[in-house]
């Protein structure tokens, strides 16, 4: 009986911060983390006139860890990019990309997901590349 306790909690120890039929969540900043998606630029308004952001559609739902508003992950589909100040030539519209960076939660106005990427490196991704 005892071992069977023991084997249920390191069970519930491993699959802790897990998503049944995803896996880990990610982590907030300063944990670096990769997602890949196709990248849109969206205009929404502001007080002095229109943001024109890059948002990250992911091509799977992500789950981040956000200890401060819940003990479970939350789900993000799409993500805004900052400190990018300019693409590379050859990502576009609806380009399929590859983002590496650390995720944080949205504080501002000017932030239009729930979850933002401060972008390390952003690289292009062949359409055969998909998933």
Known sequence: MKTWRLFCL????????????????????????????RVHFRDYPAADGVDNVPVLVLDRTAYVYVPTLSHLCLSADEVQLV????????IGENSRVSVVGSLFQAASARQHTPFLMNVVTISSLSPAAAR
């Open 83 to 90: 400190g990018v100040s300019e693409f590379p030539r050859n």
């Open 10 to 37: 390191g069970a519930c120890a491993a699959l802790s911060g897990c998503v049944v039929g995803y896996g880990h969540c990610l982590w907030l900043q300063p944990v670096k983390s990769e997602l890949t998606g």
